[in-house]
């Protein structure tokens, strides 16, 4: 089983829908995780980080944490072209590096 | 936020021969962490470098193939040796940043887009 697993996508939505990215980890003991934004030929940026079960918001972004199901996922409300990217679910391995899973595709269209 | 200088953002290399990779950090880090970006691919861990000890690497990757040097907390080199066509890809250094007003994540470097001719 994969450290962390993403569906590859492609992912479309129209301009204005919530778009939803879904993310599953395999160690239980994980305390914190992440959502990175990575366009084109760029670096990974960070979009959220979050520790604690339930909703966190940031603007048009919610992250959701269920530790009993071991299940992170990202919601992007109102989705703009420019939302357009590959979004990397990535958790810390032993408080160490990063381990990242395949990175769902999101295209939005206007 | 820590800032990452990282060099060269790109090159393009003679299969067997070998190219650096610099990362300069602008602030003491414990570890600093290099990945490897395939060709439309999620980036995969190459190995952990720690200041005064050999760096820890993933399954699948050999010191002699990417040689890792760490002389202080705020600079680490990569070396992809004997470079091969399957090497063509971006490489990225990351350190883990306590952040601003604790927005806790870690960062990367702009990353050094490989091509092996």
């Known amino acids: 089983q994969k450290e962390v697993e993403q569906n590859s996508g492609p992912l479309s939505v129209p301009e204005g829908a919530i778009a939803s990215l879904n993310c599953t980890y395999s160690?239980?003991?994980?305390?914190?995780f992440f959502w990175y934004r990575q366009y084109s030929g760029k670096s990974p940026e960070l979009i959220m980080f979050i520790y604690s079960n339930g909703d966190k918001e940031d603007g048009r972004f919610t992250a959701q944490l269920n530790k009993a199901s071991q299940y992170v996922s990202l919601l992007i409300r109102d989705s703009q072209p420019s939302d357009s990217a590959t979004y990397l679910c990535?958790?810390?391995?032993?408080?160490?590096?990063?381990?990242f899973g395949k990175g769902t595709t999101l295209s939005v269209s206007s | 936020s820590a800032v990452i200088s990282q060099k060269p953002s790109r090159d393009i290399c003679q299969r067997g021969t070998s190219l650096t990779i610099q990362c300069q950090v602008d602030s003491q880090v414990t570890m600093m962490f290099w990945y490897r970006q395939q060709p439309g691919q999620s980036l995969t861990l190459i190995a952990t470098?720690?200041?005064?000890?050999?760096?820890?690497?993933e399954s699948g990757f050999v010191i002699d193939k990417f040689p890792i040097s760490r002389p202080n907390l705020t600079f680490s080199t990569l070396t992809v040796s004997n470079m091969s066509p399957e090497d063509s890809s971006i490489y990225l250094c990351s350190v883990e940043d306590p952040g601003d007003r604790g927005v806790y994540g870690y960062t990367f470097g702009s990353g050094t887009r490989l091509t092996v001719v």
């Open positions: 990535a958790v810390p391995r032993a408080g160490t590096a990063l381990i």
């Open positions: 160690d239980r003991g994980s305390q914190s």
């Open positions: 470098a720690n200041q005064g000890s050999e760096a820890t690497y």
